[in-house]
């Protein structure tokens, strides 16, 4: 017996990205959960303590600092990232060759590692051979302190992190925005709608899962921007910089205090998937419902 | 402080990212049991010695032994997995003090105490200060690998020429040349102070002054209210006031010494004076030669405190990195025959010699005065056979923990965030 048009593929063809998840997804999060009950360096077995790390949690200064870190860097992002994305995505998606142009150099970064484009943007600002000297040379400013300034070191990497994933969700909005009808637009210029308000009112709301799926993207990825930070300022000046994934790693990898780390772990895990979970609840992205109804 | 060997930071990507993909980066299989594993950090010029030292050895030798290197970061983690599992290397590079004491406390290293005494020409090699770091409750647990590596203080001959200023011999002379200098326009001291390693170096130097080694051997030692002392928190305050003076400059918390913007400061004559460790030489050849070859580098010893209860001639640094024997090996005899037959043999100190290191060995005056670099060799060499201690480098002294957290609280107390009284206190409760 055929299967129908409108059924879904069987269980047996998801298998094998399952084993895949469960082998590289899963299981780590299960093993981090033990060891999260266990004190242990690395060497030798780990020892059982039961709720010692997690109860070490809350008294940890440099969690619930690096908590609120994260969140002002995870919300720094989006509102950085998720504006300028989409007015750059939905011009990038006109016809224009010179678009095409202009945007294909935009993407660049894209094809540069995280490291390669965090070590790029250490030497940029550094203030007397980087940006700040030539600065001074030019405009007699003093160098300025960016990544030494516990103040301004975190807004440095929020715009390295801006220079480096924008291009990525550009991308994402040129295409959506690509697959807009174009009858809608003609619509609204029957009715004598302004490119403002056309963009308003038809191009974003049409756009409003690839915002929603962006967003995820944006909020969920700041939690684990380790990289960039590590290398730019390592949680410096002091612990100005220094988020939850960053601590977790000097927990796990620097003080070989893999327990702890792995409690740390949990929490990332656990906050990572309230933060999607909620994003797609409060957007009604879980329903699918279609945007373009009648066309 | 441990550069020796401190870390491009971009191999820590690298590894972070291979964990998130793996949890772990595979092994490359049990290690075969008829040839003896031989763990050391990537360094071409230091690996070749070693191989040589291997071949002489595997010539002799049934058990053939087989070097195998990894880059810094990964290094610490890699070992500490290994250790205690059938991929454990025989043989391991180390830093010697609190991190070979991580590994002596379960039970995992040989203890080499025996061999010592069998082979008392060779034990009595080395410098005894440099020894004594991989000596744990009395008993040795390593021999020393590599040159010693004690933190100097370097300056900019013509930049204190064209002030009028000797090189700083007591701290009130450095205090002195800190004013002028900044009167002058130029930084006076340069602090990579993004890495907190390098202001531990003023912190270490400062209590063994005020207080003597006996203060962090306190520490060390894990004694209650050891972080107390006063000779600490005058240290810290001495720091915060350096800070305030002006003495490193309006940017020193951005500096990064890995990228050699600190060298290169220096170098051009934006600062006059920088506190390193001896490896900045090599740095310097390095990135800029001609400021090397124009013998325009000048480097001394930190400077004495008149009022200090410390010895003037002590000194901080990396004493030298260890070769320790995994206690579950089953090559130790091998092992230890290797070691005592290479790691003072006159072909390994002077290789070692040549590649520009200063080995922990006696009497190499006369090899030292014929190498490249004759001048600096033999001061080095001088400062560590005078000095009366040599305290290891904080950061590896202590246990990972305890190291990770004082080197966050000093960049706090740098940066006039913390004051002494409250990192004592952060420290002392982290006990």
Not at chain 1, 200 to 211: E, F, G, S, Y
Not at chain 1, 278 to 289: E, F, P
Not at chain 2, 141 to 157: F, H, T
């Amino acid at each position: 017996m055929s299967s129908s048009p409108t059924e879904r593929p069987g269980f047996a063809w998801i298998t094998p990205a399952l084993l895949f998840f469960a082998l590289f997804g899963l299981g780590p999060v299960v093993v981090v959960g033990y060891l999260s009950f266990t004190s242990w360096s690395g060497l030798g077995d780990p020892e059982w303590v039961g709720l010692a790390n997690w109860s070490a949690l809350p008294g940890d200064g440099q969690v619930r600092g690096g908590l609120a870190i994260t969140l002002s860097l995870t919300v720094l992002c989006w509102v950085t990232q998720t504006p300028l994305a989409l007015a750059f995505g939905v011009w990038a998606a006109g016809p224009q060759k010179s678009r095409a142009v202009v945007s294909a150099i935009f993407f660049l970064p894209l094809l540069l590692s995280t490291a390669a484009i965090a070590l790029v943007w250490q030497a940029l600002f550094e203030p007397h051979f980087g940006i700040p000297a030539q600065l001074e040379d030019w405009f007699g400013l003093t160098p300025s302190n960016v990544l030494g300034d516990p103040t301004w070191a975190l807004y440095a990497i929020v715009f390295v992190l801006l220079w480096q994933f924008l291009p990525f969700h550009m991308l994402l909005y040129q295409a959506a925005a690509r697959q807009v009808p174009h009858s809608l637009y003609e619509a609204a210029e029957l009715d004598g709608a302004s490119g403002f308000q056309r963009f308003l009112h038809i191009t974003v709301p049409q756009l409003r899962h690839t915002v929603i799926a962006s967003s995820v993207l944006i909020l969920v990825g700041s939690m684990t921007y380790f990289e960039t930070v590590l290398l730019l300022t390592a949680g410096g000046p002091g612990n100005a910089t220094r988020i939850l994934p960053l601590h977790m790693y000097e927990q796990g990898f620097v003080s070989f205090e893999m327990g702890y780390a792995s409690a740390i772990a949990v929490l990332l895990v656990i906050l990572g998937t309230g933060l999607s979970l909620l994003v797609v609840r409060v957007t009604g992205y879980s329903r699918m419902s279609s945007q373009r109804e009648g066309l | 402080m441990s550069r020796t060997y401190r870390v491009p930071a971009i191999s820590s990507a690298s590894l972070a990212l291979c964990l998130t993909l793996t949890t772990g980066c595979g092994t490359s299989g049990p290690a075969d049991s008829a040839s003896m594993q031989v763990w050391a950090l990537e360094d071409a010029a230091v690996n070749e010695i070693v191989e040589q030292g291997i071949d002489a050895h595997n010539e002799s030798q049934e058990v053939p032994a087989e070097l195998v290197t990894f880059v810094n970061d990964a290094y610490k983690q890699r070992l500490q997995v290994a250790l205690g599992s059938p991929n454990a290397p025989d043989v391991f590079f180390n830093w010697g003090g609190g991190n070979l004491a991580e590994y002596t406390s379960q039970n995992q290293v040989y203890d080499m105490t025996q061999d010592l005494d069998d082979n008392p020409e060779f034990r009595d090699a080395f410098l005894p200060s440099v020894l004594d770091v991989a000596r744990i409750d009395g008993s040795y647990y390593g021999v020393p690998l590599l040159g010693v590596q004690p933190v100097v203080m370097y300056y900019n001959k013509p930049v204190l020429d064209s002030a009028g200023l000797e090189p700083p011999e007591t701290y009130d002379d450095l205090l002195e040349a800190v004013e002028t200098l900044k009167e002058q326009g130029t930084t006076p001291i340069t602090l990579p102070g993004a890495q907190g390693w390098t202001q531990l170096m003023w912190f270490s130097y400062l209590v063994d002054r005020i207080g003597g080694p006996e203060v962090f051997q306190a520490i060390a030692d894990q004694e209650e209210g050891s972080w107390n002392d006063p000779a600490v928190v005058q240290a810290l305050e001495m720091c915060q006031e350096l800070v305030e003076l002006g003495a490193f400059g309006p940017n020193f918390s951005s500096i990064d010494y890995d990228n050699g913007s600190a060298s290169a400061l220096l170098a051009t004559g934006e600062s006059a004076m920088f506190l390193m460790g001896s490896w900045d030489l090599a740095q310097q050849m390095e990135n800029n030669p001609e400021f090397v070859e124009n013998d325009e580098l000048g480097y001394t010893s930190f400077p004495v405190l008149e009022e200090g209860a410390g010895e003037p001639n002590a000194i901080v640094g990396n004493p030298s990195n260890f070769f320790s024997i995994n206690e579950t090996s089953t090559h130790t005899d091998a092992a230890v025959d290797f070691l005592v037959e290479t790691m003072a043999s006159d072909e390994y100190v002077d290789e070692l010699i040549d590649a520009g290191q200063v080995p922990a060995v006696e009497g190499i005056e006369e090899e030292l005065q014929q190498s490249d670099h004759a001048a600096f060799a033999a001061f080095t060499h001088q400062l560590v056979s005078q000095a009366p201690t040599f305290t290891q480098s904080w950061d590896q002294a202590l246990p990972p923990a305890e190291a990770e957290a004082m080197l966050t609280n000093l960049q706090l107390v740098f940066l006039q965030d913390l004051t002494p009284e409250e990192f004592t206190q952060e420290m002392e409760q982290l006990r």
